[in-house]
């Protein structure tokens, strides 16, 4: 079990990272702990928002929708490579997945197809928004991928968790399908380079 890592040392973590940071607003007490408990955390969730452009990308994840309050994820990574941080707590970004999954991610292994709606994810996962259209077709950036993975091993470094700890939202639930554009395989193969 991991607590969730404090604001300062998210910062510092990111900081050693060489991750370029921009703290959006009051992102250190803005969260929806009052719908439920952050932690104990397991894992990072990798998100596209299917959306363009930076600044409504950020304030999107920072606001929310009408339907779904913010903040959207605890970061937003746009495609300049910045790590915009957008809430500290609970998050709306990864709903309800497969149990069978998260008790893979704590055990650092291969995680099953998921096919179960079982488990409220923003309790135990950290979330990055990644702007991009979601298509398939719109590119990645090298900086925001870099930025993914420097994010993603900062974290992974402060717990002591490995590259299996990092999963994208289509693996948590057979609902979703982001990201595209990318495999998460080779995602996490970058991280464990970052991490050596």
Same mark, same amino acid.
């Given at each position: 079990?991991?607590?969730?890592?404090?604001?300062?040392?998210?910062?510092?973590?990111?900081?050693?990272?060489?991750?370029?940071?921009?703290?959006?607003?009051?992102?250190?007490?803005?969260?929806?702990?009052?719908?439920?408990?952050?932690?104990?955390?397991?894992?990072?969730?990798?998100?596209?928002?299917?959306?363009?452009?930076?600044?409504?990308?950020?304030?999107?994840?920072?606001?929310?929708?009408?339907?779904?309050?913010?903040?959207?994820?605890?970061?937003?990574?746009?495609? *300049? =490579?910045?790590? #915009?941080?957008? &809430?500290?707590?609970?998050? /709306?970004?990864?709903?309800?997945? +497969?149990?069978?999954?998260?008790?893979?991610?704590?055990?650092?292994?291969?995680?099953?197809?998921?096919?179960?709606?079982?488990? *409220? =994810?923003?309790? #135990?996962?950290? &979330?990055?928004?990644?702007? /991009?259209?979601?298509?398939?077709? +719109?590119?990645?950036?090298?900086?925001?991928?870099?930025?993914?993975?420097?994010?993603?091993?900062?974290?992974?470094?402060?717990?002591?968790?490995?590259?299996?700890?990092?999963?994208?939202?289509?693996?948590?639930?057979?609902?979703?399908? +982001?990201?595209?554009?990318?495999?998460?395989?080779?995602?996490?193969?970058?991280?464990?380079?970052?991490?050596?």
């Amino acid at each position: 079990m991991a607590t969730p890592i404090t604001a300062k040392a998210l910062l510092e973590a990111l900081d050693k990272e060489g991750v370029k940071v921009d703290e959006v607003r009051n992102w250190r007490e803005h969260n929806r702990n009052q719908q439920g408990p952050w932690g104990p955390v397991h894992g990072i969730m990798i998100h596209h928002t299917v959306t363009s452009g930076a600044k409504e990308t950020v304030d999107l994840v920072y606001d929310g929708r009408s339907d779904l309050p913010g903040p959207l994820a605890h970061g937003c990574i746009t495609k *300049d =490579g910045t790590v #915009h941080l957008t &809430g500290h707590g609970r998050a /709306n970004h990864a709903g309800t997945g +497969d149990g069978d999954v998260l008790r893979a991610v704590i055990a650092e292994r291969s995680t099953p197809d998921p096919n179960e709606q079982d488990t *409220d =994810g923003n309790t #135990h996962f950290y &979330g990055f928004e990644c702007e /991009n259209l979601g298509d398939g077709d +719109d590119p990645w950036p090298d900086e925001q991928i870099d930025a993914i993975v420097r994010a993603s091993a900062a974290l992974c470094r402060h717990h002591g968790w490995n590259a299996r700890s990092v999963i994208g939202h289509l693996e948590w639930t057979n609902q979703k399908t +982001d990201p595209r554009g990318f495999t998460m395989d080779a995602l996490r193969k970058k991280i464990t380079e970052r991490l050596k």
